[in-house]
């Protein structure tokens, strides 16, 4: 009887510490920017001009910069598979220099975003707006996924109706379920 209880704990233990068995599991690939240039992500803008995106494994950030004579909406991005009805957290790191305030009507500058429309959140779910030129600050938005099987999640400068110019670094992004 204590051999077997021994052995139902180890095992209770063990899917504690197997990947992709726990509800706080990063679900972002290449999260902190270690593998490859960067493996995972993708990068996009409004406008092709003026954006330039870099990478440093050293630092373990990626970075855009925004011409500031060509305002634009840039981002790095990734699709994940979420569950639907669940709720989760998008979170990072996030540093800017020299964003500009815009007169577009969303003026958020360096954030964390989702690209697709969610239930409570609408077209617009993003991180608190970083603008001007601050050091590293931890940010991170909660949402429902409503139906969907999958999210793209975004580093970005800049926003939908939100054109922007300067600088932003980001590190160690997660997206997570909560329970």
């Known amino acids: 009887m204590m051999i077997c209880r021994g052995v139902a704990v180890a095992t209770f ?12 599991d990063n679900l972002v690939e290449n999260p902190k920017f270690e593998i490859g240039v960067p493996t995972g992500w993708a990068t996009s803008s409004f406008r092709a001009e003026g954006v330039e995106y870099a990478w440093s494994q050293a630092q373990k950030t990626v970075s855009i910069h925004i011409d500031p004579h060509s305002p634009n909406d840039a981002r ?14 998008l979170s990072g790191w996030v540093r800017v220099q020299k964003i500009t305030p815009t007169i577009d009507s969303l003026d958020v500058g360096g954030n964390l975003s989702v690209l697709e429309p969610l239930p ?14 601050q050091g590293w600050r931890y940010r991170q ?3 429902d996924t409503g139906e969907r099987t999958w999210l793209t999640i ?26």
């Open 154 to 179: 975004a580093l970005r400068l800049g926003m939908y109706s939100g054109q922007t110019t300067g600088s932003a670094w980001f590190r160690s992004v997660q997206l997570t379920e909560l329970e």
């Open 141 to 143: 938005v909660e949402f």
């Open 120 to 133: 409570e959140l609408g077209s617009f779910t993003h991180t608190e707006p970083m603008l001007g030129s």
């Open 13 to 24: 233990l063990a899917l504690l510490v197997v990947p992709g068995t726990n509800a706080h």
């Open 76 to 89: 790095w991005q990734q699709v994940v598979v979420v569950k639907p009805n669940s709720r989760y957290r």
